[in-house]
């Protein structure tokens, strides 16, 4: 099992446009007015968001901690289509139009910021609302492990004790200790432990058979539910390169 072995269980700057007024002058009366055209208004250009530091990696298997960015959370960036062809590691998350409403999606890494296994409670490097019909893009820096959980709503699910407790779309970008091999999987078990709601969610990788799901009626395929949390061998595993992964949330099948 891959990931369980590692995960418990744009450019510059744009110049600012200067507007410079065009008059057009008018007679009126024998007397002249000055009528501005009106300029056109444009959207500022994005610029193209960066990573932070990577950080050293630290532990071992199932204890194995790599990059959580420097600043903490800097490793994860939420960024415009646009830029997608300039990141290696990316998550293409889709909710569906027919959709009842907006979901809210929070993103951690594996490790906290005191480097323990702890980044799935609460400390979430990204936190966004993602509507019927859109689709959010998410780029991960080299060496980067951790998780995501959607749910309904404005705000994460949570168990007793903090944890993010919806179904978990599960990550290892480019894993040092792996020799560069990524992998993800789909898992159920923290809701399934905390005896909660289990939301239906895919991720497959582009270019690959490799895939992992669970639909909002139960199927499972190649994920992990709270029955299969020892299983080593499910999700997707893939070889050293670049990844992007399509994720589907509330997914039916």
């Known amino acids: 099992m891959l990931l369980k072995t590692l ?26 007015t000055i009528v501005p055209v009106p300029t056109p208004s444009t959207s500022p250009i994005p610029n193209k968001p960066q990573f932070g530091g990577v950080t050293p990696p630290s532990g071992t298997g199932v204890d194995y901690c790599g990059n959580r960015g420097d600043p903490y959370g800097s490793n994860i960036l939420v960024i415009d289509e646009q830029f997608v062809p300039d990141f290696n590691f990316v998550t293409q998350m889709t909710l569906p139009a027919d ?15 005191d480097g323990g296994i702890n980044g799935f409670f609460g400390e979430w490097v990204q936190n966004f609302t993602i509507q019927p019909g859109e689709t ?33 779309g599960e990550f290892d970008f480019n894993n040092t ?45 190649n994920a992990y539910t709270a029955s299969e949390a020892s299983n080593p061998s499910l999700g997707g ?3 050293p390169g670049n990844v992007t992964l399509n994720c589907t949330l509330n997914y039916s099948g």
């Open 7 to 32: 995960i418990p269980a744009l450019m510059a700057n744009t110049a600012a446009a200067h507007a410079h007024g065009h008059f057009h002058r008018q007679n009126v009366q024998s007397s002249s």
């Open 99 to 113: 959709t009842d409403e907006s979901w809210n999606v929070v993103v951690w890494n594996k490790c906290g910021t």
């Open 136 to 168: 959010k893009y998410i780029a991960f820096d080299v060496d980067t492990q951790g998780g995501w959980g959607a749910a309904p709503g404005s705000s994460p699910i949570l168990d007793n004790s903090g944890s993010c407790a919806s179904t978990w």
């Open 177 to 221: 200790e792996n020799a560069g091999h990524s992998g993800f999987d789909v898992s159920a078990i923290q809701a399934q432990n905390a005896g909660l709601s289990v939301q239906g969610m895919s991720i497959s990788a582009v270019g690959t058979d490799e895939s992992s799901s669970i639909t909002n009626s139960g199927v499972v395929n």
């Open 237 to 239: 595993h893939l070889d």
